[in-house]
């Protein structure tokens, strides 16, 4: 076993991540479903297993994608996602999403935007 993932493996651990929040799956029904255990699922995620083309396929369509859009193929060999693969960015999206204020949401993009180092505030 790697002790720091190589990565690729953390990209496409990452966009499983991300489809499996996305539809609100748990890692032990995603594990489930695709044969492992949570603990491999985990190492999947975090890019210290690397996922067989198989089991990639069984990730796939258990969440619905394809294996492209976890190999990060989605738009032509441009990884769009990409500012979603930061650690925390899919959490910080729902939290933005629940926000019922649109007040308030604006006021957070706007802070969002004044902490970005060389971005235009408006």
Do not use: F
Request: aromatic share 2%.
């Amino acid at each position: 076993m790697r002790s720091s993932p190589i990565p690729a493996d953390a990209n496409i651990g990452a966009r499983i991540k991300l489809h499996r929040l996305g539809k609100e799956m748990t890692q032990v029904e995603l594990a489930r479903a695709i044969g492992v255990s949570v603990q491999q699922l985990q190492k999947y995620e975090g890019g210290l297993n690397r996922i067989a083309a198989p089991r990639l396929l069984s990730v796939a369509t258990a969440l619905g994608t394809t294996t492209g859009d976890l190999l990060g193929e989605a738009g032509g060999g441009r990884d769009e996602a990409s500012p979603l693969l930061v650690p925390g960015a899919a959490e910080l999206l729902r939290a933005y999403a629940a926000i019922p204020d649109p007040a308030q949401r604006r006021g957070l993009l706007a802070m969002a935007r004044a902490l970005v180092p060389g971005a235009d505030p408006s």
